[in-house]
């Protein structure tokens, strides 16, 4: 993709120019070798105190942002919409959402009615605890999606279920799909759907164990929603084509994923190598420009800090429960994955914080069948 039409008609080119990421990709280089070497210091044992990592981190990255956000585009492929749909799917789940699921159980947190919910919550609305903030999440999303009892809805990369089993809960009439991967993930609501008090052990929730990238479904949607997920995606075009084929005429599809107000994506070296394979951010307002098949009617940015506070609350429920947590397998020495760990949630709390949250936060669109 080269250029198009924004939903204002105004003509836009999508993508960082090549030239200009070639003069820089020297400096863009040597940003990202220090970093990593940096990080794998610390995940080796390098003894250095959370304070002295956060100031750091809150030092360069306000720099970073609003001088030399190209550093950020950490690997030539952010520059090009991929091959596949989502990318490196096995190599995704084996380093991220295959982990042992009592880790999400319990970093993220749950109850009877909110299951673990790994994407950002809402604070704004004055929650005081991570599950209000959450519940805030879902019922601004309800509102947004327009979603309605007797709705058929398919969540594309559902997680625990959360969203689907907070919505069957207040529209009982309506039918769910859960799409997900994740073995783990699928584990534990198989649980819940054996579990009389769970909304999934009624007729009216299905769980597909599968690949966004090769699924398919006979039926079609009055809505889809996907949260916390497109940041696996490298190709919007053949991605948004391929949810648009699943909705219904007037279908309605709501995304939410972590953007930022950049004219180019982003990644980070670090996350992606040990935390997250092939992410990206996507930036904010190039989100709708690869819509062929959907229309984008509505769009909001989410401030990151949002995001800052949720994962501090994560962090201290990870931090609070190491005795139980270092009980389990990660396929590697405990502690080098408790450092590898909190690195990662202490990283994206100074990234989200950034700038008083302004610039990388989540974008949420609201999309029609075109
Ligand atoms: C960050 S989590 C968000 C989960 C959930 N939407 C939420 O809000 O809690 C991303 C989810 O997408 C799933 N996922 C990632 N890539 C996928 C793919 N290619 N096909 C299906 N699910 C995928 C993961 O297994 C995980 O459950």
Not at 132 to 144: G, N, V, W, Y
């Amino acid at each position: 993709m080269t250029s198009t039409i924004d939903i204002n008609n105004k003509f836009v080119s999508p993508e960082f120019n090549e030239t200009d990421y070639h003069q820089h990709k020297f400096f863009i280089e040597l940003f990202n070798s220090i970093q990593m070497r940096g990080c794998e210091s610390y995940i080796n044992g390098l003894e250095l105190p959370d304070f002295l990592l956060k100031s750091t981190l809150n030092t360069i990255l306000p720099i970073c942002y609003q001088k030399y956000p190209f550093l950020l585009i950490a690997y030539e492929w952010l520059l090009k919409e991929s091959e596949y749909l989502a990318e490196s799917s096995d190599e995704l789940m084996e380093k991220q959402y295959n982990l042992p699921k009592e880790l999400f159980t319990t970093m993220l947190g749950e109850s009877t009615l909110m299951y673990p919910k790994y994407t950002m919550a809402l604070w704004e609305k004055g929650a005081t605890n991570l599950e209000q903030a959450q519940i805030d999440m879902l019922d601004d999303l309800i509102i947004k999606a327009d979603i309605k009892d007797g709705d058929h809805i398919l969540d594309i990369g559902c997680g625990f279920g959360s969203a689907l089993h907070y919505i069957l809960s207040k529209f009982p009439n309506s039918q769910v799909t859960g799409l997900n991967l994740s073995k783990q993930h699928c584990q534990y609501i198989r649980t819940k759907i054996k579990d009389a008090q769970s909304y999934f052990s009624s007729d009216h929730f299905t769980l597909v164990e599968g690949d966004f990238n090769t699924i398919n479904f006979e039926q079609k949607f009055d809505k889809i929603i996907s949260l916390g997920v497109f940041e696996h995606v490298g190709n919007l075009t053949n991605s948004f084509k391929k949810v648009s084929s699943l909705l219904k005429d007037k279908g309605q599809f709501f995304l939410h994923i972590i953007t930022i107000k950049f004219p180019h994506s982003a990644s980070s070296v670090f996350l992606e190598k040990y935390i997250f394979p092939r992410f990206r951010v996507w930036g904010y307002e190039n989100v709708p420009l690869y819509n062929q098949n959907l229309k984008t009617v509505n769009k909001w940015f989410m401030n990151g800090s949002n995001y800052s506070q949720t994962l501090t609350a994560w962090l201290r429920n990870f931090d609070d429960n190491q005795e139980y947590l270092k009980t389990l397998d990660y396929g590697m020495e405990y502690n080098r994955f408790r450092r590898m760990w909190r690195l990662y949630l202490m990283w994206c709390i100074a990234y989200f914080d950034a700038c008083n949250g302004e610039v990388l936060g989540n974008g949420q669109y609201l999309m029609t069948k075109a």
